[in-house]
């Protein structure tokens, strides 16, 4: 059974940091590409970037770049955005996400608030 699971959302006021991790199983973990995609209430899917399966590759939405890291633990079937330098327009649910071919797998999501 694949499972797919987010955590360390929370509310954190503007400036802070999290990290988000998201534990996958039931699939080749490190032959997947994986993503974060984030919904804002009221708004569509707003990918937030990506890591290959090597790990070597890593890209980032312009709203944050610069702010947000990803990273991935093929070891532990782990992936994680450190996010820094929150900002009120993050707030959102956060999707973990993996991608090989046609074949992509979800997470329930995390909820993430940046609020003063």
């Known amino acids: 059974e694949v499972q797919v699971v987010e955590s360390g959302g929370g509310l954190v006021q503007p400036g802070g940091s999290l990290r988000l991790s998201c534990a996958a199983s039931?699939?080749?973990?490190?032959?997947?590409?994986m993503s974060w995609v984030r919904q804002a209430p009221g708004k569509g899917p707003e990918w937030v970037s990506t890591?290959?399966?090597?790990?070597?590759?890593?890209d980032y939405a312009d709203s944050v770049k610069g702010r947000f890291t990803i990273s991935r633990s093929n070891a532990k079937n782990t992936l994680y955005l450190q996010m820094n330098n929150l900002k009120p327009e993050d707030t959102a649910v956060y999707y973990c996400?993996?991608?090989?071919?046609?074949?992509?797998?979800w997470g329930q999501g995390t909820q993430v608030t940046v609020s003063s």
């Open positions: 996400s993996g991608a090989r071919g046609m074949t992509r797998y």
């Open positions: 039931g699939f080749t973990f490190g032959s997947y590409d």
């Open positions: 890591i290959k399966s090597g790990g070597t590759s890593t």
